[in-house]
């Protein structure tokens, strides 16, 4: 495919001067080529959009321009104006690089406070440690994002969306020129996104060129001026944002087109599966009510703090909730742990899945069989290699997980796709109610739309789904009946065939 | 107090069990809450705490030294060697070689972890079993007792006379051991090396990207690792007045136990020197108690795993929420 690089006109600051002018660069892990011949320029100031679905190398490019990775032989590479020919992490930061990973790359057991000052007080050459400055630092970068956080706290004892928080401020506190952010609102909510993306406003106005990376595509148009998409690891092109759309890009990034229409049905006869009544768990949640039926998908949504993710702690057996009953199947269900949910066929795909639902060193095929193994083993006992691989088939297939081989270690695997394991694996148990914890994040378009037609078909076949997304519009298309929660409290029903999107939009987010 | 409760539950926890166990041996023997017995318990534990805040750097950057103590021997022969070559010696010149060598040896256990990319348990079990087969071969198995006056002749750094007559006194190992947990804590609190291996042993990926010189954080941790195996040995040796080939084997699995009991992590990125203190004076004070209880010998090892057990295990029950539970009356 030719490179069919449009010309920019609009941007000047990119006509000028570039911050960084990548050309030719390519990247060959074993047999699989991450990026062919890519070319990648943004300008001084800028904010780049960098688009492609899952596993088309996005991260792999910005690893190469940070010295994480070394390309192959013959590319070209500039940093405000120099050339050079080899890059580390260092010589990239001292030319004013920063990064938010997605994979955060974060040090759990240690304080917010030295995690986010670590490059500029901590990663240098040895000198005395100033735990004042390293507070004043921390302190200082959190207030330019307006958040606040406890310093002294340990970095995993926080939950998900704070150390995304952490790992943006940890981006801003050096005077860097070009950031590059990799997913940085994937676990973010709707307000958190707001002040980030005005936060990269700010940046860009000061000067300092952001590289910005997200599966949500109605932000990648908000806030950049210039988009470089990227497929199977070759450029696309580079396209102004300026009238662009949502589907001209999708199609760009996939090679296809999708449309997006509301799927819900009349589900209102089916029988109950999940029935909760004024579930109380104090300073959680509050008279919670819900049904939740056979072949049906519930949308919950609502901002941060709603008690979403709270209430389904409860009903995963992880906490006790104070008051109220839980049915499944019409008999009331009592649960001591999880294990005691999932032995009555709730299956939880959490938020988190990323840092908790996979096990990285091992392979892919392994980590998709760990819930199933008692499925997949003989009559002696031992694991049936023949029933294994048609179950790991069976899936990597219906996810479309871009993988080289399934025995490759799941760390090998992009951001997307590891995800896509993770709900693979929750998959694989044929549970009876499947709770879904924003199941799309850091998911590019092409690859949502598989995964809700399976989460439709799973449906289809009866099982009750509860669908929690801040993403209104995800709800929207996908769910039968919409749910908004806020406070720990229901305080709407709505259903999308007799709702717009806008109407829900406004609903939520107001 | 809350914070150091929050920043540091293990070592809390650990201590409260001490301070019970300390209660409890006070009511059930005469001699135990004495002077000269937690003088003696100092004087006795100094090796393994110096060997301890070693290893404990080495646990921080997520390796593990199963070498040290034959190290230990290694230094110990060959410092008595050196002596006797340079006709003497001091106390000056014993540390800076005996740390030497040490030293040489760590960095000999970093370079092949670096090198070849193995981990460091196998790498230090294949230097362990290397360094004591040669050197029960080159000195087959022969104990040394000519060793030099200085290195054997008690220092006496404080003494005092008890109510009862009796003389107390702390020896110089118990200095040297207060010497070398300042030194790490120092290294590990208040230096940037220090909290890189922190983070090298946290996240190495996340390390690697931030730019920390990993080669650095091997050869520093496996360094300073080697420098306390040939201090203690230097100790060891100073106490005991001979030199015998076999006589550590086994203690590192003593000191690795203690290490782990103090809160380091297995696995990298978490440990204080605090709790390597009272890990080891956890497991001494018990088998002390016993002693004095008239237990025998035989069960010590039993009563110490037992101990080991169940601190580790009561890691479940957090300590902060007892407190918050306590305070609001709820
Ligand atoms: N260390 C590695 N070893 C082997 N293969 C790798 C490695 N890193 C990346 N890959 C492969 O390179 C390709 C590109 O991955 P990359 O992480 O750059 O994708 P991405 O565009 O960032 O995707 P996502 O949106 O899912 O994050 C994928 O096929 C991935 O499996
Ligand atoms: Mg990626």
Known sequence: MGAMIQKDDGFDAAKSEPAIRFGHVSKVFGGVRALDDVSFEVGRGEVHCLAGENGSGKSTLIKIITGVYRPEPGAEMEYFGKAETSVTPNSARGRGIAVIWQDLALFPEMTVAENIAFDTLLGIRPRLVSHKGMRDTARAALAKLGVDLDLEARLNTLPIAQRQVVAIARALVSDARLIFMDEPTASLTQAETDHLLAVVRTLSAAGVAVVFVSHRLAEVLEISSRVTVLRDGRLVGVYQTQGMTQSRLTELMTGKTFDTVVGARDTAANRKVLEIENLTRRGEYEDVSLVVRAGEILGLTGLIGAGRTELCHTLFGMTRPDRGTIRLNGKVLTMNSNRDAVAAGIAYVSEDRLALGLVQPQSIADNLVIPVLDRISGADGLISRRKKGDLVRKWLVDLAIKTGRPEDAVATLSGGNQQRVALAKWLATEPKVLILDSPTVGVDVGARAGIYKIVRALADQGLAILLISDEVSEVHFNADRILHMAGGRMIGEYDPRRTTLHELEEAVYA | ?330
């Open chain 2, 1 to 330: 107090m809350r914070s150091f409760i929050r920043a540091y539950p293990t070592e809390a926890r650990l201590f409260a069990v001490l301070v019970a166990i300390c209660l409890f041996l006070s009511l059930a023997s005469d001699s135990f809450f004495t002077l000269g017995n937690f003088a003696s318990l100092l004087n006795n534990n100094s090796v393994n705490v110096i060997w301890a805040v070693g290893l404990l750097v080495v646990l921080i950057a997520g390796g593990i030294d199963i070498s040290f103590a034959v190290a230990a021997s290694v230094v110990q022969y060959l410092c008595v060697y050196a002596f006797e070559a340079i006709g003497g010696g001091g106390w000056v010149i014993g540390f800076l070689v005996a740390g030497g060598i040490g030293i040489t040896i760590g960095f000999i256990n970093a370079a092949l972890i670096h090198r070849f990319r193995i981990i460091s348990i196998v790498v230090t079990i294949a230097t362990y079993n290397a360094m004591f087969g040669l050197l029960m071969f080159i000195t087959s198995g022969r104990y040394l007792y000519n060793l030099p006056e200085w290195w054997t002749n008690r220092v006496t750094i404080f003494e005092t006379q008890t109510a009862q007559g009796t003389w107390v006194e702390l020896a110089l190992p118990v200095a040297v051991m207060a010497g070398a947990m300042a030194a790490t804590w120092f290294l590990i609190r208040h230096t940037t090396t220090g909290r890189q291996l922190f983070a090298f042993g946290d996240n190495p990926e996340g390390a690697r990207r931030a730019g920390i010189n990993i080669a650095l954080m091997q050869f520093v941790a496996f360094g300073w690792m080697g420098l306390m195996a040939g201090i203690g040995g230097l100790m060891q040796a100073h106490i005991v007045q001979e030199v015998v080939p076999n006589a550590l084997i086994g203690r590192e699995l003593d000191v690795l136990a203690a290490v782990v009991l103090g809160g380091a992590r297995l696995g990298g990125g978490r440990g204080s020197v605090l709790g390597c203190f009272l890990g080891v004076l956890l497991v001494a004070v018990t088998q002390n108690g016993l002693n004095l209880l008239g237990v025998s010998p035989f069960a010590f090892k039993m009563v110490v795993g037992v101990i080991i057990l169940s601190a580790i295990s009561m890691s479940n029950l957090k300590l902060a929420g007892l407190v918050k539970v306590m305070r609001g009356g709820r």
